[in-house]
């Protein structure tokens, strides 16, 4: 049976090796670092992107569902979704006064590419939606600062507009929104609101947004030739269920779709983002895997290298450990050690070198807020594990060798 001893003598005598020989350790472990490195910088960016999706989903609504012409998941067939008539405002105010399951459902107008000017600065590719009063009563619709616009300036064409925070911070970076004016389809509006920060790096669209009363909207861009999408809010995630099956009926009743025939429109919920980022987690953890497996071969290869050459070298130690009573076991727990003690520091290179990178890159990138500005604990603990395995895996075939060694045969070697 190996001795608690036995194990701390054979970290003393590795740690005594990497010190002696420190280039040729670090570039034997070159290797396990490359590999550590990946694999602490792939679960460092998966953290921080189901982190964004769970923020972003929750503030977009879990229970919230949208009707529309189109699917935001894209894998309908594009021609065929061409075709669909477009959901007119009657057959969306329609819904809306007949659904009974839903707590809130309305109408939403989109303006895509628009530009928003304010004084000397402009910005382009933004999305105006044109949306009633009760739109507050949606997570999209919580105000960070200011106001929602009333049921009377909805009623009355009011020009009064909410902004996302994007577009707030890009046009008033002090700030200072509140009270400003800007101008949206060549149309002065007043600024009385901005709505929380919703989205990400990756998801900024949902941020770069104004919003204005619908009525207002259809007074700038026009009622007819555009698709009306529905925001259904069930009340909970336990009545979407029940509130999709409605919505799905309904709407077909409203614009006759025969029974047996397919919908003549989509239902999108958040779920979808959830698939998309799944293809990208999918896609991140392929190509890390990949490089990592790479870089633990090319690792466990130099260190069974040197480990050989170590055997070789303390051949004649090892015939005399063996002669004064060391058992097998004892030669192969130490050179077992060696090798996962030079796969721990190649752990521990990594870690360092990942900490100045990850801060570094939260530093210059600030948009990237949904990064951690650390490597997360649980990170750590995996790279250690996947280090210690690695340098088994590199170890023991040299290890059983060293522990096979003749002890006549061993004292008998001339280096």
Request: charged share 20%; glycine share 8%; proline share 3%.
């Amino acid at each position: 049976m190996i001795r608690i001893s036995e194990i701390q003598e054979s970290f003393r005598i590795a740690f005594e090796g990497l010190q002696a020989n420190k280039l040729r350790s670090f570039l034997t472990t070159l290797g396990v670092v490359i590999g550590i490195t990946f694999v602490i910088l792939m679960g460092w960016f998966l953290n921080g992107l189901d982190a964004a999706l769970e923020s972003t989903v929750n503030l977009l609504g879990t229970d919230v569902m949208y009707i529309d012409k189109w699917s935001w998941s894209g894998g309908q067939n594009w021609r065929k979704t061409m075709q669909r008539k477009n959901i007119t405002y009657q057959q969306a105010m329609e819904f809306c006064n007949s659904v009974k399951t839903a707590e809130v459902s309305l109408p939403e107008a989109h303006k895509w590419g628009t530009t928003v000017k304010e004084r000397d600065r402009t910005i382009t590719g933004i999305s105006v939606i044109g949306v009633p009063y009760s739109y507050s009563q949606l997570p999209a619709g919580t105000v960070l600062y200011g106001r929602f616009f009333s049921q009377f300036e909805d009623e009355y064409s009011t020009n009064v507009t909410v902004l996302g925070y994007g577009v707030a911070k890009a046009l008033f970076p002090e700030g200072d929104a509140i009270g400003r004016t800007i101008k949206i389809g060549g149309r002065t509006f007043e600024i009385i609101g901005v709505i929380i920060k919703r989205g990400t790096m990756m998801m900024d669209f949902v941020d770069n947004q104004v919003i204005i009363p619908i009525s207002t909207f259809f007074g700038v861009y026009g009622m007819t030739g555009r698709s009306i999408s529905i925001a259904v809010k069930a009340g909970s995630a336990e009545k979407l269920d029940e509130t999709r099956a409605e919505a799905t009926g309904l709407m077909r009743s409203i614009r006759n779709v025969p029974p047996g025939q397919e919908e003549d429109f989509s239902i999108n919920e958040t779920q979808t983002f959830k698939e998309q980022v799944e293809t990208l987690r999918l896609a991140t953890w392929g190509i890390g895997i990949g490089l990592t497996l790479l870089s633990f071969i090319v690792g466990i290869i130099g260190i069974m290298n040197i480990m050989f050459v170590s055997v070789t070298e303390r051949t004649k130690e090892i015939g005399i450990r063996k002669s004064l009573g060391a058992k097998s076991s004892s030669i192969l727990t130490q050179f077992l050690v060696e090798s996962a003690s030079l796969c721990l520091v190649g752990a521990l290179i990594a870690f360092t070198f990942c900490s100045v990178v990850i801060a570094i890159a939260v530093r210059l990138v600030p948009e990237a807020d949904f990064l951690t500005p650390y490597v997360p604990p649980q990170l750590i603990l995996i790279a250690a594990i996947v280090s210690i395995i690695v340098g088994i895996l590199a170890g023991i075939v040299p290890a059983m060798r060293a522990s096979a060694l003749d002890p006549v045969e061993a004292l008998r070697y001339e280096s």
